[in-house]
């Protein structure tokens, strides 16, 4: 079978597909073959050496959490799923981008009927990661909610499930995301010199919390407009949320098989839009990733195996 695997830390160039041998399932995994599977920014930083000290590689390395498709084999003491069944899930081996991968019964769930192959395969990262901020800051109908990276994979859901709890919302996006952001009833901001002033506008009052997924000094920003320590979460600047006291609730934070049914579900009859910005064919990776990497993507990047 075909998968993407790199041998050393470095740029895009290190990314290869190879042809390794079928993984066979061992006690209460899966083997799923599979039809979509995201790719993430996190990815990007564990294959250049960045978290290193966080998230080590041993190489050869995988890639890959998020993954759908159709389960090919069980193994021994497997519940809950059968040869062919249809499911969504995630793994944390690293493995995701490449025709089969190995998933734990307990970390998948059946595909819901009108779910598209590419959500489903793009949306445990970026909608774990989602949910966790926003349980993070715990927003309420009176409170005034900023999402740095609005419409980025993790941004476009917080602010729809930030809206879910009756918030409202402030959204900072490059203008050209501005429209969408509107149609969903968030409050768009463009981000840049002067943004604390247009978000004090657009608030017309306090701030009462702040998710940032973008980092580049937005917890210092939700500082500067009064919002306090426990209700700021960044996913991205773990310093400077070290600093102040701030949480850093991510997809660890809501990695589990509950947390994710429930958004496939909100997903597939249309209360959550999951944006699939492209797809890519497995042999494309690179490209898949040079596209993730010049930013400003709205929505999912999603290889098809």
């Known amino acids: 079978m075909k998968a993407v695997r790199f041998h050393t830390y470095g740029g895009i160039d290190v990314l290869r597909v190879e042809e390794v041998e079928r ?29 290193h000290g966080r998230w080590p590689a041993t190489f050869p390395s995988g890639q890959g959490s998020d993954l759908a498709g159709v389960v090919a084999e069980t193994g021994p003491e497997a519940r809950g799923f059968a040869v062919g069944d249809e499911v969504l899930g995630f793994t944390h081996g690293r493995a995701s981008h490449a025709e089969y ?27 774990t990661t989602a949910y966790a901020c926003v349980f993070a800051v715990d927003p309420g109908p009176s409170d005034t909610v900023v999402v740095s990276g609005a419409a980025g994979g993790v941004g476009s859901l917080a602010v729809q499930l930030a809206r879910r709890r009756g918030a409202t919302v402030i959204g900072l996006a ?22 604390a002033d247009r978000i004090r506008q657009a608030a017309g009052g306090d701030v009462d919390a702040f998710v940032d997924t ?5 917890v ?21 949320a070290a600093k102040i006291g701030a949480r850093t609730y991510g997809e660890g934070s809501a990695a589990c098989a509950v947390v994710l049914g429930e958004l ?9 839009e999951v944006a699939v910005a492209r797809t890519y064919p497995l042999d494309r990776v ?20």
């Open 23 to 51: 993984p066979v399932p061992g006690p209460g995994q899966l083997l799923v073959e599979v039809r979509a599977a995201g790719i993430q920014p996190g990815e990007v930083m564990i294959r250049e050496g960045a978290r």
């Open 101 to 127: 991968v190995l998933a734990d019964d307990v970390n998948v769930v059946s595909r819901p009927q009108g779910l598209s192959w590419e959500v489903a395969g793009s949306l445990y990262v970026a909608g």
């Open 174 to 195: 490059s203008e050209r995301n501005h429209p969408w952001l509107k149609d969903r009833g968030i409050v768009p901001v463009a981000y840049g010199e002067g943004v």
């Open 214 to 218: 973008f980092g580049d000094g937005y």
């Open 220 to 240: 210092d920003l939700a500082v500067e407009l009064g919002v306090r320590p426990e209700r700021i979460n960044t996913i991205r600047d773990w310093q400077a």
């Open 264 to 272: 496939a579900r909100l997903a597939a009859h249309g209360e959550l």
């Open 286 to 305: 690179r490209e898949a990733f040079h596209d993730l990497q010049r930013g400003h993507t709205h929505g999912k990047i999603v290889l098809r195996p």
